[in-house]
Every structure is written in structure tokens, then in C-alpha cells.
């Protein structure tokens, strides 16, 4: 049994009524990112580094085997849904536009999740017209358009690596890890 620190997995809107800047965002996100560098790199991967790249739309995490995509959505503590996010300003981004082998959310109060991308995409297509809800210029001040689905759906879908106390067990993060590595 491991035990994260840095990120606690709690919601931050649940202790605000303000929606967040986009810098307050964005370190959320790093956060996010460097709980998901420490899992991977406890789980046998301890190579893995940041993308600090010039396309940063490609993926967050690389390491020998596998590009990871990291995403956290802190409103959907308040919403109940997780938004998938498409394109940005009219161009691909988000699922459309990773280059990622595994796709990890973090959804605050219930933990990190993980799923093959493309496994997630196909899902993404196949349920968004009876599950999910398209969402254009939604995000960003109208900038962002995707899709969002319900927290359950993406539960259900995703495999649980860590719970919200920031204990996981590290056979299980790296056995998910690894399969989900293999279905590329």
C-alpha cells in the first residue's frame, strides 16, 4: 500500500463559491500531473517526466513505454459530470488531440482513475449522443467545447489506482497501468 502526497484529492470549489482564474486552474492541473508522475514512477517507470515540450497538446507524461494524459476536472464535485474537452478555440485539443497511451482523471472526493485513450475515445463516440452532452464554448470564457459525462460513467469505465485519502496499492496501480499500456 502506497500513500500520495502534494495533491489532496478534495475538491476546491466545494470550500468556494468563485469559479477558479485560469492560473488557479492551471497549477491544478501541474498538481495533477506530478501525483500521476509519482504513481508511474513508483509502479516501475521512474523515468517519467513532464512534457515541457513545444506541444504541450501532445500529452503530459512520457516515459520509455507510454505517453500519459492527465486531466482533473475540480468542478465536477459541483456538477456531478466530467467534461471531455475537444477543441479549443476551434482546434483539436484534448482527447482529439493527445498522442497518449493512457488517459488518467482525477475527480476530486473519489480518486484517480485510468483508461486506455484509445479505448476512451472510442467510448467517447460511441455514448455521447445517449450519455453524454455535447458542451460548445463552454470553457475558458466560451473557448473550449467538448462533451461531459456523468462522474458514474466515467467510474464505471475507468479503473480506480487511488482513492481520494491518497492511498493506492502499488500492485494494483502497476498491474492497471501495464494493461492499459497494452491495448494501444
Known amino acids: 500500500m502506497g500513500a500520495l502526497t502534494g495533491l489532496p484529492l478534495r475538491s476546491p470549489i466545494t ?16 498538481d495533477a500531473e506530478l501525483l500521476v508522475q509519482s504513481i508511474q514512477r513508483r509502479c516501475g517507470w521512474p523515468e517519467t517526466e513532464l512534457n515541457t515540450g ?5 500529452y503530459d507524461l512520457r516515459n520509455r513505454d507510454f505517453l500519459s494524459e492527465v486531466k482533473v476536472d475540480v468542478m465536477s464535485a459541483k456538477t456531478g459530470n466530467i ?27 473519489e480518486g484517480i482513475f485510468a483508461f486506455s485513450t484509445k479505448h476512451l475515445k472510442q467510448h467517447i463516440y460511441r455514448d455521447y449522443h445517449t450519455h453524454g452532452t455535447q458542451r460548445p464554448h463552454c470553457g475558458d470564457g466560451g473557448m473550449s467545447s467538448g462533451v461531459t459525462f456523468k462522474k458514474e460513467w466515467v467510474k464505471e469505465l475507468f479503473w480506480r489506482i487511488a482513492h481520494p485519502d ?12 501495464e494493461w492499459q499500456r497494452g491495448l494501444v
Open 15 to 30: 470550500d468556494k463559491c468563485n469559479p477558479m482564474t485560469f492560473k488557479e486552474d492551471l497549477l491544478i492541473g501541474k
Open 54 to 58: 513545444p506541444n504541450l497538446k501532445a
Open 83 to 109: 467534461f471531455f474537452e475537444e477543441s479549443y478555440r476551434g482546434e483539436p485539443s484534448g482527447f482529439e488531440a493527445t498522442e497518449s497511451h493512457v488517459w488518467f482523471e482525477v475527480i476530486p472526493d
Open 166 to 177: 491518497g492511498l493506492y496499492d502499488l500492485e494494483w496501480a502497476r498491474e492497471v497501468i
